[in-house]
């Protein structure tokens, strides 16, 4: 596919209403009106959410582009990233309020609510830095992420920890998860499992895919080693599904009263190596940042 912009804040600027944040190190360009749209934008990351209409008339405000500047590959295309969705075929409808909450030298965070409080969310973007972080304060059934790592339409996983759970998948027998009537609950021994079967589901137990508190993920082209990785919070994802080598399904709080939670999303353009670096460094950082607050 043809390589994205590298810089689109021209573009945007002259193709929007208005502009709610822009300086030397990242912009902000928010719509509200019609179906809405979002892009955060810094030297490194462009992304933008806007609604998607998909083959089964399905629709949805999703991540509709994400791109890392220097490698130009579009990681959704046609897919979807965090596409919070409230059941099957349910989106969560109109965007019916965005702000600005800060806008400084470390940040800028935008707070999103749609269908007045159903999603409530808000995101933020950092100068130099491939990540986004986005706090789930309300939110649906599920999260899904089917894109396109590095432009393709399939890639190929990693997981922090995948190696060491298969071993122990292998050693837990209970029927009641291995012989599971539904296939969305089977426990199997494949280290990636196929949908519908999931990775992982917390009623299995301990899990060395937990990382001082996450989950450390992603999917990428092993070609041009282009892709995304995924934190996502070990105490409030219940069970995690990967989506065709296009991304993940995750479930959080499920069937139970529902936490507020905070993910991070990242580009990478050195496949796995570059995945789980990046997602153990955020992690340390998130983890000392937490002991210095106690």
């Known amino acids: 596919m043809p390589a994205a912009p590298v810089n689109l804040l021209l573009l945007f600027a002259l193709s929007w209403p208005a ?42 405000f999703v991540i509709t582009d994400f791109y890392l500047k220097r490698n130009g590959a579009n990681q959704v295309q ?56 986005i706090f789930y304060q309300a939110y649906g059934v599920n999260v899904v992420d089917l894109a396109t790592p590095g432009g393709k339409k399939k890639g190929t996983y990693v997981f922090l920890g995948a190696q060491e759970w298969q071993d122990l998948r292998k050693t837990i027998i209970d029927p009641t998860h291995r012989l599971h009537p539904n296939p969305h609950y089977r426990l199997t021994d494949d280290l990636y499992p196929t949908y519908p079967h999931p990775i992982y589901v917390k009623e299995w137990g301990a899990t060395p895919l937990n990382y001082k508190g996450w989950l450390i993920m992603g999917v990428y082209d092993e070609e041009s080693g282009s892709g995304f990785g995924r934190l996502m919070p070990y105490d409030q994802i219940d069970i995690v599904k990967l989506l065709s080598n296009r991304g993940f399904e995750f479930f959080p709080c499920f069937r139970r009263p529902h936490q507020s939670f905070t993910g991070y999303l990242f580009g990478v353009t050195r496949g796995a190596k570059e995945i789980l670096h990046q997602g153990r460094k955020l992690a340390d950082s998130l983890a000392e940042s937490a002991k210095r607050s106690e």
């Open 78 to 133: 046609d897919g979807q990233i965090d596409g919070v969705w409230m059941g099957y075929g349910k989106g969560r409808g109109r965007l019916t309020h965005g702000e600005l909450v800060h806008d400084g030298k470390d940040r800028k965070t935008v707070r999103l609510v749609w269908e007045h409080g159903n999603v409530i969310q808000e995101v933020s973007i950092s100068p130099g830095s491939p990540f986004l972080r």
């Open 19 to 60: 502009c709610l944040a822009s300086d030397d190190w990242g912009a902000v360009h928010l719509e509200t009106s019609g179906d809405g749209k979002l892009v955060l934008e810094n030297d490194l990351l462009l992304c933008q959410w806007g609604k998607r209409t998909y083959k089964d008339g399905a629709q949805n």
